[in-house]
């Protein structure tokens, strides 16, 4: 066919310029050429489906040296960063990327092998333990707070230690200057310098000093007691105003020297008594009023004269014959047991510390013991020791809460009495330290006295000496101190009575006084 058709049925007339190409609508159609650099793109919108257009995402966008290219959702340029900034993954920024210099924190666990140069300023290490300090010397500037546990060697200079120049014929006194004795000052002042003969004063040792010619320092008394259970008290007092007058108590719990004073008897309603116990303050004293199945609370109204005892009105029913009783530390409960074979301890909340009116319901263990005539509790409530007369032993309880008889976990350590005849014995006490026991006999009528080399361990128990009571009553069953022990009570049940005894002497050697 002619009239200009090409061979492939496209009339070549549609093509005009350089480039042309053809394309295809619904006829063959002319697809002019593009400008320089476009490229020929499809695009639906387009009545042929193509364009020319100028390419957006292939020419990487950098324009400076350094630059990098990147992508978020289109390819962009990444400027370089300043010198010495490092590029960091970061996903908070657009393209993920990051130019920022190095941090403390990119580098936690470097360790201290790679830094080979250089000098750490000390603010760099405000924690560095001291055994990583092996060489040098340290200003004292940097250890104004050294504990002087801490100094376990060498000499500390004088001038450290206060003003002026310290010899062999000075003395470094209280306002932290050094001083020469003077003779006819601050020694000669001193009532009863040297070794002091003291006696009994209403309860206490008094020694008297003269403190007019003391201006400065301060005075220590130290006095060497021959009781190998009491130390008695230190007093250090600065700058008293005109005279000073420094006591000690006196010596406690001295069973061997022991006298009878006085004594209360029991009333018609207070049959077969045993367990005593004593309200801290000594205003109210506690029975087992066996006879009668309860526990009955009197009062003294001379704390710890008990021959100024009342019984009152008030007491708690106990389901067996009561043989033995005690209080936790507040007297907030009252516990109590029975010698009987197979029975539980009993306790009772008071809502009024050491007041039986205030007592709750009763609350029994789950544990049994025989013939339990004799309790106490160490000072931490965590144990409850028991003397058990028919067993002829005292034992140690261990409790999972700490006054709570309801508690008991375990059986602790055990002190045998056999050695002391068949069910002799009666009573448990312990001092407050928990270094003494005492424990009655009613076949020989004496109250034996033990030590204990650790506080409230039995197993640490050992004989010490006994005292005689058959002169007041022959079947001793409960021994109680004061607890500063310069006072011994004693109930017996073959005259019903409570007995009274002074245990308590005067310090005896020497009182040290040292000024400065």
């Not at 001083?179 to 008094?206: C, F, H, N, R, W």
């Not at 100024?308 to 043989?323: E, I, R």
């Not at 039995?458 to 005292?467: D, I, K």
């Not at 607890?483 to 005894?501: L, S, W």
Request: with cysteine.
């Amino acid at each position: 066919m002619s009239g200009g058709m090409q061979s492939g049925g496209v009339s070549k007339e549609l093509l005009t310029t350089k480039g042309d190409t053809h394309g295809f609508s619904t006829l063959n159609q002319r697809v002019p050429i593009g400008a320089d650099t476009q490229v020929l793109t499809a695009d639906s919108s387009q009545a042929l489906g193509l364009k020319w257009a100028t390419p957006t995402d292939i020419a990487p966008p950098t324009s400076v040296k350094g630059d990098l290219s990147g992508f978020s959702t289109l390819q962009a340029r990444i400027p370089v960063g300043a010198n010495g900034t490092l590029l960091f993954a970061d996903s908070t920024q657009a393209l993920g990327l990051l130019y920022r210099v190095i941090a403390d924190s990119d580098i936690p666990n470097l360790p201290a092998s790679k830094i080979t140069s250089g000098t750490f300023d000390t603010a760099r290490i405000p924690n560095l333990a001291a055994s990583k300090i092996t060489s040098g010397t340290f200003d004292t500037a940097r250890i104004p707070n050294l504990d002087t546990s801490k100094i376990t060697s060498g000499i500390m200079n004088v001038a450290r230690l206060g003003s002026g120049t310290g010899s062999s014929s000075n003395y470094l006194r209280g306002d932290g200057s050094w001083q020469v004795i003077v003779a006819g000052s601050e020694y000669s002042s001193l009532t009863g310098v040297g070794t002091v003969t003291p006696t009994i004063q209403t309860g206490e040792v008094k020694v008297v000093i003269d403190m007019t010619k003391i201006n400065a320092g301060s005075v220590n008394l130290v006095v060497d007691g021959t009781d190998n259970y009491y130390t008695g008290n230190v007093t250090r007092v600065v700058n008293p105003s005109s005279s000073l007058a420094i006591k000690t108590d006196n010596q406690g719990f001295l069973l061997g020297s022991a006298s009878y004073t006085t004594q209360a008897a029991l009333t018609i309603y207070q049959t077969s008594t045993n367990g005593l116990f004593f309200s801290p303050d000594g205003s109210k004293v506690f029975v087992c009023n066996t006879g009668n199945y309860r526990i009955d609370e009197c009062t003294l109204s001379t704390p710890w004269d008990i021959s100024t005892y009342f019984m009152t009105a008030t007491n708690v029913a106990a389901t067996n014959q009561p043989f033995a009783l005690t209080f936790n530390a507040d007297g907030t409960k009252v516990y109590y047991a029975t010698n009987a074979s197979s029975t539980p301890f009993n306790q009772r909340t008071l809502s009024t510390p050491y007041s039986l009116s205030s007592a709750g319901s009763q609350t029994t263990s789950s544990t049994y013991y025989n013939n339990v005539e004799g309790m106490q509790w160490n000072s931490s409530g965590t144990k409850l020791i028991i003397m058990q007369s028919g067993a002829q032993k005292v034992l140690e309880l261990n409790m999972a809460t700490a006054y709570d008889i309801t508690s008991t976990s375990t059986e602790g350590s055990s002190f045998s009495l056999s050695s002391f005849g068949a069910n002799y014995s009666r009573g448990l006490f312990f001092n407050p330290a928990g270094t003494l026991a005492y424990i009655c006999d009613i076949n020989l009528a004496v109250i034996r006295e033990f030590t204990l080399s650790s506080a409230f361990d039995v197993s640490t128990m050992a004989y010490s000496q006994q005292f005689a009571v058959g002169s007041q009553d022959g079947t001793p069953r409960q021994a109680v101190f004061k607890p500063n022990g310069t006072k011994m009570y004693m109930i017996g049940d073959a005259n019903n009575k409570i007995y009274q005894y002074s245990t308590e002497a005067a310090y005896s050697g020497t009182g040290r006084f040292a000024v400065g």
